[in-house]
């Protein structure tokens, strides 16, 4: 058994949440939080608790709370603005301070809860760069809990962060090395002179203490948007992977389908379409879209080169299991998805199980079906047996392929 | 069309909430849930809808649960400990809560040894089927990061589990 299957077993009799739950927990959403009911509330004052415990802890090694003594932020309005968008319920923003500058580039921060924090960048007054939070700050000096990041714009590279150990004094980023400010910020523009030198490079780092000790080393990585990585071996950039987008706006429309059993986010009865849309990678890309969900990559759909079939069978077949509870029983609802060598001129697909068989949804060589039966674990593929029979125009049987078999086959072992 | 709250939680809420309950217990997973849906209901009018709807979700969560991690680690080794299972007390018998598959308990217990964002990235795929992207978008991670980090804490997983199976075997072995 494989380490994903195990973890699917893991606690897999969790049921779903019954319609009073739901119905409870929706009006408690959508109703405000002085009404929230007493448990919820104690939790509040549990943590209003903590929070004095852990300013007493906090104030042992810094003297006072990093917000305390800063800088209010130029335009505060803009701040909540952002947070108000971003940043969870339960930031403070008037306890936002400018936390570190260079230049035109500034660092905003908001305490979040008990030591939790949100970092917002800025260039040129735009408060527009994107925030990143840490709801808690635990094992400070180990820096779990540390964000450094590394932003690059046509006209801008930036990079800032927190690095969370009271020891700490100074980041050493080998072009670069910073002061900390109080609470461990840091901001800084990368000299463009060096911009043509680091681009997709690595290299050592360090955390100093304030005697110049080193507390942690690192590799400090110039290619992707995580700036810092501990450990010192292995430094090598890491570069972010593009993902390709599909072209929507010139989608077009495969078939659409009412669903006899949910699939994805969508439940029995919803009407979805798949369509087809250009990646940016050149390959042509199937996928399915509905009600709440953007399009994208990977729900359902598959994506082929143009002019390619590299299978030697006329027909690929994905099958895919999505886990579904009646309120005492786990089980898996099945779909099969793929496409059709366009060399094989398949003009009709069957999906035959003992209780008869019925048309599978195709265009352009993209094909759907749910299957009726469920299953007990992803491991068993429902019963059946059941068949893909794929015609071509003039109704000669082109292909057959028993998914059971093919299913075995496929699974990991 | 534009998505209504309503239908965001009526699709969104019950995988959400299984997910919490399976890592942190059914009460958690209330407070939790009502969290999340409660910042999402704040933020509904300005939450940009051409972005995928369950990242948001469970970045919020994310965000959230990171007060409950201790929590989730000791009921984690319990588990491992006992046989019994706490996030099961709540709705099991007490027979259904002892799991006699000593693999799961040794699942969990490795499951509590990882770092909790590895074990927060480890759970988001098997448990909320996110996909690596997805995981990045909730987390603000790049998607190496999120990649390199399953992967990480998988072969912790498994090498966990290899070595307490070689114990056990050892163990038969002595037995014997």
């Given amino acids: 058994m494989t380490i994903e299957q195990e973890l699917e077993l893991l606690r897999s009799t969790v049921p779903s949440p019954d319609t009073a739950t739901a119905e409870r927990i929706h009006r408690l959403a959508t109703t405000a939080r002085s009404s929230w009911p007493r448990r919820l509330r104690t939790t509040g004052a549990l943590a209003a608790a903590a929070l004095a415990i852990a300013g007493g802890s906090v104030a042992a090694i810094r003297e006072v709370p990093w917000w305390q003594n800063g800088t209010p932020p130029v335009d505060p309005q803009s701040v909540a603005s952002v947070a108000r968008d971003n940043m969870p319920a339960t930031v403070d923003t008037a306890k936002a301070r400018t936390v570190a500058q260079d230049g035109s580039a500034a660092l905003v921060a908001v305490p979040l809860d008990e030591t939790g924090y949100c970092l ?14 840490e709801y808690q700050v635990r094992h400070a000096q180990q820096g779990d809990d540390d964000r450094t990041v ?65 507390l942690r080393e690192g590799c400090v990585d110039w290619s992707g948007a995580s700036l810092w990585r501990d450990g010192s071996t292995n430094c090598k950039p890491e570069p972010t992977p593009t993902i390709p987008t599909l072209d929507l706006a010139h989608a077009t429309k495969l078939f659409e389908i009412t669903l006899m059993q949910p699939y994805s986010i969508w439940k029995a009865g919803t009407t979805i379409e798949f369509v087809e849309a250009q990646s940016s990678d050149g390959s042509i890309c199937s996928t399915s879209t509905g009600p709440g969900l953007a399009t994208r990559l990977g729900n359902g759909g598959a994506c082929r080169r143009p002019g390619t079939w590299s299978s030697p069978q006329p027909l690929n077949v994905t099958f895919s299991a999505q886990r579904a509870h009646d309120g005492e029983r786990a089980f898996y609802i099945w779909a099969i998805t793929g496409a059709a060598d366009p060399g094989a001129h398949v003009a009709k697909l069957e999906l035959r199980s003992p209780s008869g068989a019925i048309p599978v949804l195709l265009a352009d060589n993209f094909f759907f079906a749910q299957i009726a039966q469920t299953s007990a674990s992803t491991d068993a593929f429902p019963a059946g047996p059941y068949t893909l029979d794929a015609y071509d125009a003039s109704g000669a049987k082109v292909a057959s392929i028993d998914l059971n078999e093919l299913h075995g086959r496929l699974r990991p072992r | ?160 589990l290899a070595a307490s199976g070689q114990g056990e075997e050892r163990a038969m072995v002595a037995e014997q």
């Avoid at chain 1, 980023?173 to 990368?190: H, M």
């Avoid at chain 2, 201790?70 to 996030?87: H, M, N, Q, S």
């Avoid at chain 2, 795929?125 to 998607?143: F, G, M, N, R, Y």
């Fill in chain 2, 1 to 160: 069309m534009a998505l209504t709250f309503a239908e965001a939680f009526a699709s969104e809420f019950p995988p959400l909430h299984r997910y919490l309950h399976r890592r942190m217990g059914a009460v958690a997973a209330d407070d939790l849930a009502a969290a999340t849906f409660a910042a999402a209901f704040a933020r509904w009018d300005t939450f940009d809808q051409s972005r995928p709807l369950r990242p948001w979700l469970y970045g919020i969560a994310a965000n959230l649960s990171r007060r409950h991690w201790r929590d989730e680690r000791r009921k984690l080794r319990a588990y491992a400990r006992t046989g019994i299972d706490p996030v099961l007390a709540d709705d099991a018998e007490p027979n259904e809560r002892i799991d006699a598959r000593g693999r799961a308990r040794e699942l969990a217990a490795a499951l509590a040894e990882l770092r909790p964002r590895d074990r927060e990235i480890v759970l988001l795929h098997a448990w909320a089927d996110l996909t690596d992207s997805e995981i990045a978008e909730a987390l603000s991670l790049p998607v190496g990061t999120v990649k390199s980090r399953l992967h990480r804490a998988r072969e912790r997983l498994r090498n966990r």
């Fill in chain 1, 150 to 214: 590394s932003m690059r714009r046509d006209d801008a590279w930036i990079v800032y962060g927190r690095i969370t150990d009271p020891r700490a004094a100074t980041i050493d980023l080998g072009v670069l090395s910073l002061g900390l400010k109080p609470g461990g910020f840091f901001i800084a523009s990368v000299p463009k002179d060096r911009w043509a030198a680091l681009e997709g490079t690595a290299n050592a780092g360090r955390i100093l203490d304030r005697s110049g000790a080193t």
């Fill in chain 1, 120 to 133: 917002i960048p800025s260039l040129d007054g735009r408060a527009s760069l994107g925030t990143q939070c």
